[in-house]
């Protein structure tokens, strides 16, 4: 395909999800511009890699070069960049602006794009579950939503936001069925998170990069699509009923990042979660300030129910627990289920594992130096999982209690015993959420 002699030039500041999606659905196929690069925060080891020419287009030959995020400014003067996007997640809205600062400083527009150019449409009824922040129990919602949908003899497609870190090329389009698949796509910590509960249940989970190949494929075999959402992001898919969990545990964070006051407002419900751990004033707190920010959208409440397999065996022993990672990186969380439930089974001590720390994982401490006494389950590449083995056989502990929801000890060797935490939604008070989707369905003929 020829070029146009004067394009646009963009940089598409990301973290390996967004960015792709944004310039695949927006620039991939327009001539007008030139996306000269992708910017990499939030997950290691992204930087260095280029986007691969067969998924950037044919107007890329040699595809994209991806850059560390502090390489902007002098990226934006060498190649005199006329545009930068910001496309990632769950950033506090005045680190959006001093990022917007850097750019305008170097003359560059400073770009948002929203749901209008980069949601997909898909051919059969879409419920999205997304969130305020990172870690409010988006996954045990869609999984149970899931359950609920199939228990009205529904097919359900479940379809994640994307965690594309090892080869882009293969991770183009996803279909995952079994544990199986997910070796077979050598499936980071962070992936296997998310994918292994809605596995156990009997869901098919799709992801990746390219997401109108992965809807079109999903939507002709479910009569359902559920958009299970990562970080605060906004669904990919334009959502028929939109589903937005805000978290009483952070009752400030409503209106505070990006972009989760976006998805609040655009919330056709809103679930405000975790009422069995959160104090009745925090949970009024948030209730009204997504009332104030979201008038229109009807209000309900749910449980995050936490169950420790065992639990008995730790009483009074030394634990160390190792928690969901991204809940407590990006998600800003100092602890999480595990640090709970280790207190609820009365552990005699919960070892700090940040004194054990090999390099790779010190290395997230001083990233996120909020993280308390917790092991947050960091494995995007090989070398960072041999790091969480090594941090947590170091450890003094006579058990580790272990939050993150996949199977941790079937991908590396633990010296100690394992128990695991399981997490799950429940609903609490009218209205119920139950009722509302059932509402729906009818309304949509699907029931």
């Known amino acids: 395909m020829a070029k146009k002699e004067f394009r ?25 511009y030139e996306v000269v690069a992708f910017t990499a925060a939030q997950i290691p080891d992204i930087a260095g890699r280029r986007y691969p020419p067969a998924l950037a287009g044919p107007l890329y030959p040699d595809g994209i070069p991806i850059v560390e995020e502090s390489e902007l400014p002098d990226l934006c003067r060498a190649r005199r960049i006329d545009q930068v996007v910001f496309a990632y997640s769950d950033i506090l809205h005045v680190e959006v602006m001093h990022k917007g600062s850097i750019v305008l400083a170097s003359g ?16 059969v009824p879409v419920i999205a579950c997304c969130a305020v922040r990172t870690g409010c129990g988006k996954s045990p919602t869609t999984q149970w939503l899931s359950h609920l949908l199939k228990r009205h003899g529904l097919r359900v497609a479940v379809i994640r936001h994307p965690m594309p870190y090892g080869d882009l090329e293969r991770q183009a389009v996803q279909r995952f069925a079994t544990r199986e698949d997910l070796a ?11 994918y292994e509960p809605h596995l156990q249940l009997g869901n098919i989970v799709y992801a990746g990069i390219d997401y109108a190949k992965i809807v079109a494929l999903a ?37 505070t990042h990006h972009p989760g006051e976006a998805v609040l407002r655009m919330a056709d ?44 065996s730790v009483r009074g022993k030394r634990v160390l627990v190792v928690e969901d990672g991204p809940t407590i ?36 401490y001083r990233t996120y130096p909020h993280i308390g006494k917790v092991l947050p389950a960091m494995g995007y590449h090989a070398e960072q999982l041999h790091a ?11 058990a580790v209690i272990v ?17 695991r935490v399981d997490y799950r939604f429940a609903e609490v008070g009218e209205p119920a959420l139950s009722s509302l989707i059932e509402s729906f369905l009818t309304e949509r003929n699907l029931r």
């Open 8 to 32: 646009k030039r963009i940089a598409i500041m990301g973290a390996a999800g967004r960015d792709f999606h944004n310039f695949n659905i927006v620039y991939r196929d327009d001539d007008d």
């Open 108 to 123: 560059a527009d400073f770009v948002l794009l929203g749901p209008n150019r980069t949601m997909l449409t898909a051919k």
């Open 184 to 194: 077979d796509a050598d499936c980071t910590i962070e992936e296997r998170e998310e």
């Open 219 to 255: 939507e002709n075999e479910a009569d359902v699509i559920l958009w299970d959402g990562g970080n605060n992001d906004f669904s990919f898919i334009r959502p028929d009923l939109h589903i937005v969990l805000v978290d009483p545990l952070r009752p400030d964070d409503e209106d």
């Open 269 to 312: 419900i809103v679930l405000v979660n975790k009422v069995n751990s959160a104090s009745e004033a925090n949970i009024q707190s948030a209730t009204e300030a997504a009332r104030r920010i979201n008038p229109t959208a009807t209000i309900v409440r749910g449980a995050s129910l936490v169950q420790l397999h065992n639990g008995e």
């Open 329 to 364: 990186t990006h998600g800003g969380m100092p602890y999480g289920a595990g640090y709970v439930a280790a207190i609820q089974a009365q552990a005699g001590e919960i070892v700090d594992p940040r004194r054990h720390a090999a390099d790779k994982i010190a290395e997230v």
């Open 388 to 398: 969480l083995q090594e941090t947590i056989n170091r450890a003094d502990a006579d």
């Open 403 to 419: 939050a993150t929801p996949c199977d941790l000890a079937s991908l590396i060797e633990i010296d100690k015993p394992v128990l």
